[in-house]
Every structure is written in structure tokens, then in C-alpha cells.
């Protein structure tokens, strides 16, 4: 099954036709969406047309021009958070070992069984779903802030902080009526019900 382009996927880049062939198909016969290059430097002059990877890249560590490290290195470098998994052969785990601790997601080594492949392949899909989840709840709260005014914020920052509205009121130099007028737009713009669970969403904001 082939992806369109906005659709998670599995990237999958093999420098030799016949493994790459037998990846695909394998992928494939599991429901699995793939897209197949001959190499690093397709998969980067993808990403250089402005094209994105969702879902995962499976990536052969022996390629040519540019081996899989090399080519992982650019992903790491255009700030590509797509979950990595490397093909390894017995010689190459040490390298794959160093990858992992620049964040790759894992290695499955040569000769693989199919289950174990396909199973680390969904893993890693799902990984990928929760991450894009969370950026799009992230990119909602960062809406969601932005249209509050700046009492509003200067209250909420208060709230969030555990203060009595009569602290919060002294402090602004404002009645209690008026923050807790502040207060309930908070809650509702935000969608929260509570102080804790104003703070947990400023927590997540970072």
C-alpha cells in the first residue's frame, strides 16, 4: 500500500533493490502505508521540497553515497523527530548502539524475523501518533493563551500559582468581584475547572 503525502508511513530506505522489494511487500501485506527510496539522499531531497516523513523511517546502516548514520545525522540536523529505526547487520550494532543515545528510536539486527520487524515498525508508528497528538493539544493551548488579554494572563498566572482571589485582588489593586469575573473567563476560555488543572496546563506549555 502506497502513502499519499500527508499520510504516516513507513519511509523505508535500502540501498539494494531486491531488500528493499521484499521490505515493501512485507510492510505492505500488514496494512502497513510505505514509501520506498533507493537511498539517503532521495529521502532528504524530500525533505528539502518541503515534503514531510510522518510515521517512521526504517533505514539501513551499509548504504551508498551516504550511510545510514550519515544520513540520520541530517535528519537530527533539519530537526526531524520521526521515530528511526535502523537495519543492522552483526558489525553494526555498536553503531547503531551510538545512534539510539542521539535518539534514534531502535535497531533491529540482520537476519530479522517478520513479526519482530512489523511489530517494531507499528511501535513505532504509534510513537509517532502520540507525538503529532501531543504537538496538536500543544498548538491548541498555545491558541487558546494567546487570545487572552493581558489582565486575563496577569490573573490566570496568579490563579495558577495557588493565590486567594482576596491576595490576588490586593496585589492588582482590584476587587475580589472583579477577579473572580477574571478568574471564570479563564476557566472558560481555557476550558479547565480548576486551579490545579490551570497549572498542569501551564506545566505543559513549559
Request: charged share 25%; proline share 3%; net charge neutral.
Amino acid at each position: 500500500m502506497k502513502a499519499t503525502s500527508d499520510q504516516a508511513a513507513v519511509h523505508l530506505v535500502d540501498d539494494e533493490a531486491p531488500v528493499r522489494a521484499a521490505l515493501a511487500f512485507l510492510l505492505a501485506s500488514h496494512g502497513l502505508a510505505v514509501c520506498s527510496y533507493d537511498g539517503g539522499v532521495p529521502l532528504l531531497q524530500r525533505l528539502d521540497a518541503g515534503s514531510g516523513v510522518r510515521g517512521c523511517i526504517l533505514l539501513d546502516v551499509r548504504m551508498e553515497p551516504l550511510s545510514g548514520l550519515q544520513v540520520y545525522d541530517e535528519l537530527v540536523a533539519r530537526g526531524v523527530n520521526t521515530p528511526v529505526i535502523f537495519l543492522t547487520g552483526h558489525g553494526d550494532i555498536r553503531m547503531a548502539v551510538a545512534a539510539l543515545k542521539k535518539g534514534a528510536f531502535d535497531f533491529v539486527e540482520k537476519p530479522f524475523g517478520d513479526a519482530a520487524l512489523v511489530e517494531r515498525v507499528r511501535d513505532a508508528l504509534a510513537s509517532d501518533a502520540e507525538q503529532q497528538q501531543k504537538r496538536s493539544e500543544g498548538d491548541s493551548r498555545g491558541a487558546l493563551l494567546a487570545a487572552l488579554t493581558p489582565r486575563e494572563q496577569d490573573v490566570m498566572h496568579r490563579v495558577a500559582a495557588g493565590k486567594l482571589n482576596k491576595v490576588i485582588a490586593d496585589e492588582m489593586n482590584v476587587s475580589m468581584r472583579t477577579v473572580e469575573v477574571y478568574r471564570a473567563r479563564v476557566y472558560a476560555k481555557l476550558a479547565v475547572r480548576s486551579s490545579a488543572e490551570l497549572a498542569t496546563l501551564l506545566a505543559h506549555r513549559g
